[in-house]
């Protein structure tokens, strides 16, 4: 494309709204502001916004949130998982998020320090980190100076086009979207309200974003399936004409592969969350709420269902199905299809129960095989046959 870095072929942004305050004396386009002042609160107004019930001294000041072993003075911390119930009594937290069957009887006594209890300590931290942290400075709206912008791309008034990114010809920003620096925006792409891509994400063209999609660095979205014809003593490249569709409220990690389909869409259904160094191939359709481990690989044509579970370094054949509901422990191999709900684990997969007897006998080989030879000697003994070494 040869289009120049343009400012004016959008309408203006306004000068004031409800996400970035008045723009007209912010940082330039496409540049966050300034961090947010530090937030101070008694643990009274915490447990209020997480959802808890205060054992203690409620009047105690929170300024943080940190992990059980990180928490210093003033933070506030959790307990979610029984193993790290030895750092109850190390950590230096100001206070701590328990369950409501914690026992609060003796460890309040041992432990000298103010809890909250809640019934999921985890998602109870997540709303203190979100209320002391809140949400990251947006940009202000606009296309920064260093933007190249196809003159029929278009770009919501609301929406922020980082630094030295690219829009092609007849691509589309939703509102509020969010285009970070380097991105790469192919012709007649689309990405949805409130949509932010980190650095360096590149979109290739026609492929879709829905609303409400986080995908971090380094992403390639939409490059060619891996497809070829044998002639002869050549590989041929079967043209790869699909699409990709990215479908609502996915989270994308970074340095995630995802092809386009050879005819027709790669799905990433809504809700759906993708870990780090994924790749999933052309035609694969992966359902709603499903949860992808770094390191896996899907190939080509495979159908994945709801709520489906892969777990770090999963590898999938192609043209196979994994049932909704279906969960898949890692470093699996998984070669025929799987029944919905059903728990498999190991290479080739198996179900998880066999997969664990399978395991453990391994464990004790060497010792069975020292058992089979001194009764296959005791055998030749008995028979009369000269021992075998």
């Not at 040869?2 to 007209?24: D, F, I, K, Q, W």
């Not at 230096?92 to 914690?102: F, K, R």
């Not at 991105?183 to 932010?196: D, F, L």
């Not at 399978?358 to 060497?366: C, D, V």
Request: proline letters at 8%.
């Amino acid at each position: 494309m040869t289009a120049e870095p343009r400012l004016n072929h959008v309408a203006e942004p306004p000068r004031a709204n409800s996400v970035t305050g008045p723009s007209m004396n912010g940082p330039e386009p496409g540049i966050p502001g300034p961090p947010k002042p530090s937030i101070r609160a008694t643990l009274d107004i915490v447990a209020g916004v997480v959802g808890g019930v205060v054992i203690g001294d409620g009047s105690v000041e929170i300024t943080g949130v940190a992990g059980i072993r990180e928490a210093g003075p003033g933070d506030l911390t959790f307990l979610a998982n029984s193993r790290y119930e030895p750092y109850l009594e190390q950590t230096l937290a100001a206070a701590i998020i328990v369950t409501d069957n914690h026992k609060v009887t003796d460890n309040y006594k041992d432990l000298r320090r103010p809890l909250i209890q809640n019934p999921n300590p985890y998602l109870a931290f997540l709303k203190a980190v979100r209320f002391f942290q809140g949400e990251e400075n947006r940009p202000t709206p606009g296309i920064h100076p260093s933007a190249v912008v196809a003159p029929d791309a278009f770009i919501d008034p609301t929406a922020s086009i980082g630094p030295n990114a690219v829009v092609e010809a007849g691509a589309s920003i939703g509102p509020l979207g969010w285009i970070g620096p380097g991105c790469y925006i192919g012709s007649g792409a689309s990405i949805g309200k409130e949509t932010r891509l980190h650095p360096n994400v590149t979109l290739y063209g026609e492929c879709e974003i829905g609303e409400r999609v986080l995908v971090h660095a380094g992403t390639v979205i939409g490059s060619d399936g891996f497809g070829f014809v044998r002639d002869g003593d050549a590989y041929r490249k079967f043209p790869q004409i699909g699409n990709v569709v990215i479908e609502d409220d996915v989270e994308i990690g970074a340095c995630v592969t995802i092809d386009r389909a050879t005819t027709g869409t790669t799905r990433i259904g809504k809700g759906s969350k993708i870990d780090n160094l994924v790749q999933i191939a052309h035609n694969v359709q992966i359902g709603r709420n499903c949860i992808i481990v770094a390191q896996v690989g899907i190939s080509g044509s495979t159908s994945i269902g709801d709520e489906v579970v892969l777990a770090g370094q999963v590898g999938i054949v192609g043209h196979i199905e994994i049932g909704a509901g279906a969960q898949i422990g890692a470093k699996s191999g998984v070669s025929k299809s799987v029944k919905p709900g059903e728990r498999i684990f190991g290479y080739p997969a198996l179900p998880v129960i066999q997969a664990k007897r399978i395991e453990a006998s391994l464990r004790h080989l060497p010792e069975l095989i020292q058992n089979m030879r001194r009764l296959k000697r005791r055998l030749e003994e008995l028979e009369g046959k000269k021992p075998s070494p």
